[in-house]
């Protein structure tokens, strides 16, 4: 999605375990409960979130805030979770998205956090820097499941730049970065999701400290 990479996260969103949209998700892999709780040798902290799926596994991902966004599927082994989470607790950072993979116990995310769609403002402003829209499904021209980015970015004379950022699952593995050539565009992924294909995600507005 980005040209940038934010790590953080703070919202509970979208807890919805079903999607009627794209690849049908692994019903085992849907969160059923969320553990929150604090260390016995401080009383004013939190541990990291501990999410329990249907399939009894209890996994930590060692984020906060944790929010179930959806799946992408691979063709052997779990789906790559996405969720919305903050990378640490007590702090003045952003909500991000994570995609995370199960694997002994904890859940391994694929780098510190992407953009959670809406708009960005610095603390002392109220000029938007950057914003975007963020879908989840068969968003765009493929047969698979993906998170696709529409953002925008303002640069330092004031002009605003669009693109559209991609992650998906490609051999099992996860593959991100901006597209290139013709983009994308959003009226046709809006009709997509008008036909159950894809979601958008609730974007919210932030502050970036």
């Not at 995609?99 to 510190?112: C, F």
């Not at 698979?144 to 730049?161: I, M, P, Y």
Request: charged share 20%.
């Amino acid at each position: 999605m980005m040209s940038r990479v934010l790590p953080g996260v703070v919202a509970l969103l979208l807890h919805g375990a079903a999607a009627s949209f794209g690849q049908a998700p692994s019903p085992g892999w849907v969160p059923v409960r969320f553990i929150h709780s604090r260390p016995p040798t401080d009383s004013q902290a939190w541990n990291p979130d501990t999410i329990v799926f249907r399939n009894g596994q209890r996994l930590t991902p060692e984020l906060w805030a944790v929010a179930y966004v959806g799946q992408l599927p691979r063709t052997a082994g779990p789906p790559y979770l996405v969720l919305a989470a903050m990378g640490c607790y007590d702090c003045d950072d952003m909500t991000s998205i994570y995609v995370t993979l199960p694997s002994k116990g904890r859940l391994q995310t694929d780098q510190k956090g992407y953009y959670y769609p809406g708009a960005i403002r610095p603390l002392q402003s109220d000029t938007v820097f950057f914003r975007s829209r963020l879908f989840l499904g068969r968003c765009l021209d493929r047969s698979t499941d993906a998170l696709v980015w529409f953002q925008e970015e303002k640069d330092s004379v004031g002009r605003w730049h669009h693109e559209v950022y991609q992650v998906k699952v490609e051999k099992d593995t996860i593959q991100h970065g901006l597209l290139h050539g013709p983009l994308p565009q959003l009226p046709v992924t809006l009709a997509r999701v008008r036909s159950g294909l894809c979601r958008e995600i609730k974007g919210q507005n932030q502050v970036e400290y």
